[in-house]
């Protein structure tokens, strides 16, 4: 071994790794497209049997799965938005310096820390129409007038998701912009303040700029991951009420395993988060190299 | 006396802020706490009961004498640590070649380690189920540990190769000079020196594969072999099919999270420093 020049002896430092990925992501990604071109199915005796483009055919006709993209664009949307603002909100707070700041902010993290799945079935119990507690202080404070059926109508039920996972995440898009902000350097702040500028004619000019990458690497791997959601959805709604909060995940998942049609999962797969991830990769690649030389 | 007013206003915003992230993070845990230590009657109850009027015990009780409810925490703590050492070795080692050694193309790995820190795991599910059912590897815990090991390993090489770089190369030079092997200076250099690194990394793993969903639920079907997130999300109807047993599902709810809330309160600063270092996992 001592004889291999370095990067020889660096290649094989590298093979567990790629052997590992290889097995089981990249062949699975193969795998997966491979898949859509075939029907595999009861009708097939979940034989494959080559399909050509059936599977993407269907597709287009399929009217669950338009709606279930809206849904997942929807979901994605919105809670990311609210989960950047939030998170900014929460990123100033916890670099301000202030007693047991520490505490604090390792508070701020456990939400992120907890399994989805778990706290899905806390939420269910949370937004329970008749015992619930939310229902119960919402009531209590006159904001509404009677228990709202939370995950029993489709449109409180979509808010529903959203708000379990902007607990969830929010934490995450924090400590990114945390770290953002305690890299830009503290005479900046303190020079413009010197010319004149107030605090928030600050935060515009000086603060928010710096901050734009933290912000596009946080909206990038939220945006990815919200948009193959699933844990939550599953347990705390099961895309209900009548497909209301259902998601290409979700919908995948079904096909799987109620309606055994694994050609026609992976032409779904293909077809949302293949193309979800080379945009996703071809548009931010460059920035995300960067972002790791300097790391 | 303006100033001084304007200062007491921004240190009472600045203190609801803070009480409101508070509640924000904390309450719907400490809801679960709370209806975990209510007895039964006062749980179904309208209104709300808030404050209980004993605390009781008898959920806790009641969850560790089914006799899954043992052997689903057993089955997270032996499938994550075993994903989480497995993705550990490997990662340092790609982290240190990716770092301190020249290699040819290593723009290329760069790149396929960002885009399969990408990949939403309902991508792999479909061809990994199949790879599973022919391996017969349902009900496995093998099932877990692979896939677990690598769809972290992106996160693990990334970190560790941020923490590797800020070592000095002129040290790893001195090193061979004095007669250290590549391996010895990977061993007994580098792995001392980043010791804080290596927790960091290795606890966010861990967490992550604690917390993992989809890949338990489908490649695991007997009780015998699930882990925490798909056994308690089970529990709605083991009692009975038209009660769901919530004071039995919060107990179970902070046990099967505690050890994460432990782990998040120690760690907290080492947590910050390592999922900024990798800033890649939502």
Known sequence: MGKLPDHGFGLLLLLPALVLVSLMVLYPLARNVHLSFYEKDLHSGLESRFAGWYNYQRLGHDSRFFTSFFNTVFFTGVSVSIELLLGLGFALVLNASFPARGAIRAMALIPWALPTAVMAMAWTWIYNDVYGV??????????????????GTPSAARWAVIFADVWKTTPFVSIILLAGLQSIPADLCEAIRIDGAKAVQGFRLVTLPLLLPSMVVALLFRTVHAFGIFDLIYVLTGGGP???TETVSVYVYYNLFRYLDFGY???????????LLLVAILTYLPMLKREVELG | MQ???????????????TAGLLLFSVGP?????????????EIAQSPVVYVPSRVTFEHYVALFARRDFGGYLVNSAVVSSLATLLCMIAGMLAAYALAKLNIPGSPL?????????????????IPLYEMMRWADWINHRGALVLPYAALNLPFATLVLRAFFRQIPQDLLEAARIDGFTRVGIL??????????????TAILVFVFCWNEFIFALTFITTDAYKTIPVGIAGLSGVTSPYEIPWGLISAAAVTGTLPLI?????????????????????
Do not use: Y
């Open chain 1, 265 to 275: 999962a992976a032409a779904l797969v293909v077809a949302t988060f293949l193309v």
């Open chain 2, 187 to 200: 061993f007994k250099i580098i792995v001392p020196l980043s010791a804080p690194a290596l927790a960091t």
């Open chain 1, 242 to 244: 009548g497909g209301a």
């Open chain 2, 29 to 41: 845990f400490g809801w679960e706490v709370l209806t975990s230590i209510k007895p039964s009657s």
């Open chain 1, 134 to 151: 939310l229902n119960d202080v919402l009531l209590r404070l006159g904001i509404i007038d009677e228990g709202v059926a939370w995950l």
């Open chain 2, 3 to 17: 100033d001084l007013g304007s200062g007491m206003l921004r240190k009472g915003c600045f203190i609801l802020a």
């Open chain 2, 109 to 125: 790995f760069l790149v396929i380690v960002l885009a399969v820190a990408l990949v939403p795991p309902i991508i792999l599910l």
């Open chain 2, 262 to 282: 432990v782990l998040v309160l120690i760690f907290q600063r080492r947590i910050v420093q390592g999922l900024t270092a990798g800033a890649l996992k939502g």
